[in-house]
T-cell receptor
Framework: DAKTTQPPSMDCAEGRAANLPCNHSTISGNEYVYWYRQIHSQGPQYIIHGLKNNETNEMASLIITEDRKSSTLILPHATLRDTAVYYCIVRASFGEAGNTPLVFGKGTRLSVIA | NAGVTQTPKFRVLKTGQSMTLLCAQDMNHEYMYWYRQDPGMGLRLIHYSVGEGTTAKGEVPDGYNVSRLKKQNFLLGLESAAPSQTSVYFC?????????????FGSGTQLSVL
């Protein structure tokens, strides 16, 4: 069962902000939300993660709602190179406590258009 | 600094043949993972390991076996390959499951079973 829900695809104009939503309504109180992206058929690449507060790094910003049931990844000035599949992921519901792995859903395919 | 290296990059098997995929990491990471990716399915976790000598089942473990005899290596075996195992296989590693866990991925192995 998927623990996160993302739209299958989105378009964004080059130079504009790309806002990618994710629903994780069953997330537990101490569980982080992670974002990765996959360009073409390469291995996924880490972007950012957060728990409660909003986070920002050189790649993106992460906005987490106060109830932590959803989050939004923001690419402030999307470029053509940001065209990729973006995954919002949390820990699996199986596995030994403290050793539960990260599981990926189907992600959102972001197309940045010139 | 190689990071995560997967061998081979491509392989074609006949139904019923066996093979082993090798994943090697040079970052002294404790945790290692094997995922498979099929078109439109995102990444699905096959098996994972939280340390040398340990393995655990992921979301889709059937038909695969793994071994972690050395900390730096994680082997994925197919004892009797089936066409349903045609996929792209990704290996990943991380330093541990804490607040700052980041997965580092290999470049993938394209496996075709005829």
């Amino acid at each position: 069962d998927a623990k996160t829900t993302q739209p299958p695809s989105m378009d964004c104009a080059e130079g504009r902000a790309a806002n990618l939503p994710c629903n994780h309504s069953t997330i537990s109180g101490n569980e982080y939300v992670y974002w990765y992206r996959q360009i073409h058929s390469q291995g996924p690449q880490y972007i950012i993660h957060g728990l409660k507060n909003n986070e920002t790094n050189e790649m993106a910003s992460l906005i987490i709602t106060e109830d932590r049931k959803s989050s939004t990844l923001i690419l402030p000035h999307a470029t053509l190179r940001d065209t990729a599949v973006y995954y919002c992921i949390v820990r699996a519901s199986f596995g030994e406590a403290g050793n539960t792995p990260l599981v990926f859903g189907k992600g959102t395919r972001l197309s940045v258009i010139a | 600094n190689a990071g995560v290296t997967q061998t081979p990059k491509f392989r074609v098997l006949k139904t019923g043949q066996s093979m082993t995929l090798l994943c090697a990491q040079d970052m002294n990471h404790e945790y290692m993972y094997w995922y498979r990716q099929d078109p439109g399915m995102g990444l699905r976790l096959i098996h994972y390991s939280v340390g040398e000598g340990t393995t655990a089942k992921g979301e889709v473990p059937d038909g695969y076996n793994v071994s972690r005899l050395k900390k730096q290596n994680f082997l994925l075996g197919l004892e009797s390959a089936a066409p349903s195992q045609t996929s792209v296989y990704f290996c990943a590693s991380s330093s541990g499951q804490g607040s700052n866990e980041k997965l580092f991925f290999g470049s993938g192995t394209q496996l075709s079973v005829l």
